[in-house]
């Protein structure tokens, strides 16, 4: 009966970028419910490095900037409000650093994130079920870092809404297909100068920066093997920003810029039945970013730990997918 | 279920909307066409800076008001300006007549686009910009501060002088503004006094064009675009007649063309200087005072911006000489020592509201620099004080005389000394500011935002306190950003000061005050 618990892995494919695909780190893109009075909280940590970056479409290094490196510790819950209702949350700290050059690297909190994800189409197709899940999001900064710090900087700083569709379809035999795209809306961010250049548009006077907005993608080809103690799975995904400026040439990067980029990930999931209901998991994976514009190139890795328990209702009913 | 559900797609559409409703971002200064609040009618007798005399550009008497010729310039003018579209009305209330805060907003964003290191190459080595083939990679101009320093001091001390030129003959000739004549002239700015030959709004535009095309040659077609829709906001506005506006247009080429043969020959060609002559100030420095400052950059770029940018001729100051600050503490000094670990101890505990300023003042690549930071700061001004383009001209042209002076005094100091900076003298430093490619004694914002701050508290004495605020903060935005010692900072505001002072001399003997 040891379903899936928690797939945090996209979540954790953390900060690829120059600066920080934050959607698809924290945005729960997979297809697990827990039910009703059940909690997950997960602890996580994320490590991506990047030596290569496309300044616009070009591909390039910089002996200034070296490897860059982001880690992350990221905080996380699931709570099964109801059997059809899940509410989940997220926060992450991160800490950047370059190899080379003098710039000084930054640590802190990054954005809170909050989501609410619904089992709203769930039935038996051929030889498999066929779900449907619709997540609304939201995230925002939650200490006052400085999007305007570009690659050091933590987040972006933005406020952002989205809504996002998931389709799985299982086999009964534990191998599943999953998609999912989203659209992610902006709010304006704020950085600590006044007038700013945009090429192609010209001269800003103001603090704010108006923001592009987001689509983002994914499929996963997953399995649940070990008697469902172990799920593996493959993924691919990318995000597309809806606007804004490339970096030009040796030209810093600025928080609208057009940031796409898509990305293959393997992770692992291996849960550990403790009795009374309380489940312990262990989660491990990698990506590669794969092409990418004005976005870091990056490798990253992550590790960590969930714990699933009861705490309201019925306390020995497990996650169901 | 359904309730929930509703209610997400409520917030995320709200979110929507929210984000639709957020206001489109300034791009330039708000503000109305206002009436002048003054007219110095004796604008022009002031001094002029470069021009020999107010009627060194000559141009011809114009028709009389009463001529045929005139009478059917005024009924093309008529036309012009009955029925407007909606495009036709925003470039009049835009440009507001005169537009000389329009075109230097214009000169701030292509400082602001040319102002990009060029890149290093596969090979690492790195390009220059190549006046006689701008297109080629890297572009010209890089629009360093001292590339911008000089294109806003040249085409503001032009403006200066051709409206000076103007005022003059507007009142030698004292024909009356077009809608003096015929009271039927549908005005859409507010009209005054000024006598309307030569046009004044033509005048500004055929200086801006000229000059500014001279210095960012690759936008000359966007540069002509503008100025066209400048002269015919004018018609549109139905204060300047063809006349007006074509001599005002060849007043104020012929005193673009003033100015730019004075900058062919300013200096200005050899103050990137080849490799073997920025090695020979290293040496000399090296020799001289034991220290030299280095390039830190990967792939080290082999030449610091414009070593003889203080060989450029200056405008007020009589020589470098005269403004020179004392030699830095020596490394491993004292007097060294306590201002480095200042600035270790502020680098590694700063405050958000010293990143604020270090970011508020950083003015790096991709922005106006320094000096355009305090263009705005007194277009600002302008426009508070309802500045008529003569009075505003001045406002600009000593004020961008002094930073320009303060640049060249500045890169002086710099290449004289050789300073290193802390990134160099100061071993694992780490700034959240890039350390720009010249050394570091004295700090080029700390002596730029000085001169300025002198210039406009002078000309505006009851907000001097704010602009010499400004000009501190500036300087000691450097050091939060881990640039600069404080000493450079420090000695950079009374470098800037005392340049300012020669530009202030200047202006209290012109005429105006």
Known sequence: MNKIILKWLQLLAVCTVLSIPRLMAQTPTDAIMMDKGRLCVAAIYGHDTWDEYWEGTLKRSNGNIGTLTRQSVMGMFSLGVTDRINVLGALPWIKTEASAGQMKGVQGIQDWGVWVKARAIDFKVGPGSLGFYPVLGLTGPASNYLSDYLPFSLGLGTVEASGRGILIYELDMGLYVRAHAAYHVRSNTTIERDYYYIPGAGGVYSDEVDMPNVSSFGATLGALLLNNNLKVEATYEGMNTLGGADIRLHDMPFPSNNMDLTRAGLSLQYYIPLGNGHILSVIAGGSQVLTGRNVGQSTAWMGGLTYQFGVFGNKNTNATN | ?513
């Open chain 2, 1 to 513: 279920m359904k309730k929930i559900y509703f209610l997400g797609t409520l917030a995320f559409v709200a979110l929507a909307v929210f984000q639709a409703c957020e206001k489109d971002l300034p791009t330039s200064l708000k503000f109305s066409p206002y009436a002048y609040e003054s007219l110095d009618e004796n604008g022009g007798t002031w001094k002029p800076v470069l021009l020999d005399s107010t009627t060194q550009i000559g141009i011809p008497a114009p028709e009389d008001a009463s001529s045929a010729a005139y009478q059917a310039e005024l009924a093309d003018l008529k036309a012009a300006s009955s029925d407007l579209t909606s495009d036709q009305e925003k470039a009049v209330a835009y440009w507001s007549g005169d537009g000389l805060v329009r075109w230097n907003e214009i000169a701030r964003d292509l400082a602001a686009k040319y102002n990009l290191p060029p890149a290093p190459k596969p090979d690492g080595t790195y390009g220059a910009p190549d006046p006689a083939n701008p297109s080629s990679i890297p572009n010209f101009p890089f629009a360093h501060p001292p590339y911008a320093c000089r294109m806003f001091a040249y085409w503001s001390i032009a403006q200066f002088d051709a409206l000076i030129a103007a005022w003059h003959y507007k009142y030698e000739y004292n024909r009356p503004a077009a809608y003096k004549t015929d009271v039927g002239i549908n005005t859409h700015l507010p009209q005054n006094d000024l006598p309307g030959y030569p046009s004044d709004g033509a005048v500004v535009a055929a200086v801006s064009k000229r000059i500014l095309i001279a210095m960012f040659p690759l936008e000359k077609a966007y540069i002509e675009e503008l100025a066209e829709e400048h002269l015919n906001s004018l018609q549109w506005a139905g204060i300047s007649t063809e006349s007006d506006i074509v001599w005002g247009d060849s007043l104020g080429r012929g005193v673009a063309g003033k100015f730019l043969a004075r900058a062919g020959s300013d200096g200005m060609k050899a103050a990137q200087t080849p490799k073997p002559i920025s090695d020979s100030l290293r040496v000399a420095a090296k020799a001289q005072f034991g220290w030299q400052w280095d390039n830190l950059e990967a792939p080290t770029r082999p030449v610091g911006i414009t070593p003889y940018f203080g060989r450029v001729k200056p405008w007020c100051i009589p020589n470098v000489e005269a403004v020179r600050p004392p030699v830095p503490p020596a490394p491993g000094s004292a007097e060294f020592i306590k201002d480095a670990e200042e600035l270790k101890e502020i680098t590694s505990n700063l405050t958000e509201e010293q990143r604020k300023i270090a970011n508020f003042w950083s003015d790096g690549p991709s922005t106006y620099t320094p000096p355009g930071h305090w263009n705005r700061f007194a277009a600002d001004e302008i426009v508070d004080h309802r500045l008529n383009p003569l009075r505003a001209a001045r406002v600009l042209a000593y004020m961008n005389m002094a930073i320009m002076d303060a640049g060249i005094s500045c890169w002086d100091a710099k290449y004289y000394y050789h300073y290193a900076r802390p990134i160099q003298a100061l071993p694992g430093f780490k700034t959240i500011l890039g350390t720009p490619n010249f050394p570091s004694y004295t700090s080029g914002h700390s002596t730029f935002s000085a001169a300025a701050a002198a210039v406009l508290g002078h000309i505006f004495p009851a907000e001097a306190a704010k602009f010499d605020n400004w000009a501190k903060e500036a300087a000691e935005s450097r050091i939060y950003g881990g640039i600069h010692y404080r000493f450079d900072a420090d000695m950079g505001n009374e470098q800037g000061k005392a340049c300012a002072n020669y530009a202030v001399d200047v202006a209290k003997a012109d005429g105006a005050e």
